[in-house]
């Protein structure tokens, strides 16, 4: 099997040991959970955001699947891993938060997801380009891969699915937020008692 289809199959999951590691090492502070919670809030508004244009189609496994259309509108007329871009902002503000083992855990946090979505990147992008063709190389020149531009792509006005079917289709992520946040939060709590 392809290391890139491997760690696209098991994306959802790869960030458990990082998650755990966290907490087992987690120092938290004030100062630390509300700086970490910004970049936190920032990623997961960012994945609804995304989730909404682009809908259930962010959740396949097997293969990178490619829909009827390339969705250039929304936060992908920004960047074209909004989900990614997302994941890492929230993966940062928990381990902000968190304040395990600092400065390291950020350079393996930015290493691991580094190599981690350069494979799975590389992967959707050759079965997109396989897909769609010249109309993908064109948005691939255009929009940029994990730094959003300034001024989006097109001027689509296209409003997304309702926020409330969006947020049924993220609810995992969601859930897992608040449950890692909340421990780090107890941990702290449990600190601060002693």
């Known amino acids: 099997m392809d290391l890139r289809t491997l ?3 098991y994306r959802s999951y790869t960030p458990i040991p990082l998650l755990l590691a966290i907490l087992i090492w987690a120092d938290p502070s004030p100062a630390s959970l509300a700086g970490g919670l910004t970049p936190a809030l920032l990623g997961e508004s960012l994945r609804v955001w995304a989730v909404r244009h682009a809908g259930g189609a962010t959740r396949t496994t097997g293969k990178p699947g490619a829909g009827a259309e390339l969705i250039t ?3 992908f007329a920004y960047v074209r891993n909004p989900l990614y871009l997302g994941n890492f902002l929230l993966s940062l503000g ?3 938060m968190a304040w395990a ?3 390291w855990m ?3 946090f930015t290493a691991l997801f580094g190599v981690q979505y350069s494979l799975i990147v590389s992967l959707e992008e050759e079965r997109l380009r ?3 063709g010249q109309i993908y190389e064109k948005y691939l020149q255009a929009v940029p891969r994990f730094i ?3 001024r989006p792509y097109n001027a689509q006005r296209v409003s997304g699915m309702p926020l409330g079917r969006a947020l049924k289709i993220e609810k995992n992520t969601l859930l897992s937020f608040f449950l890692v946040t909340t421990a780090i939060f107890l941990r ?3 600190g601060a008692a002693n």
């Open 94 to 96: 928990l381990c902000l």
């Open 7 to 9: 760690f696209f199959n």
């Open 148 to 150: 959003p531009r300034l």
């Open 188 to 190: 702290w709590k449990l």
């Open 101 to 103: 083992w600092m400065p």
């Open 106 to 108: 950020l350079f393996l």
């Open 130 to 132: 396989q897909h769609f």
């Open 73 to 75: 509108h929304g936060p």
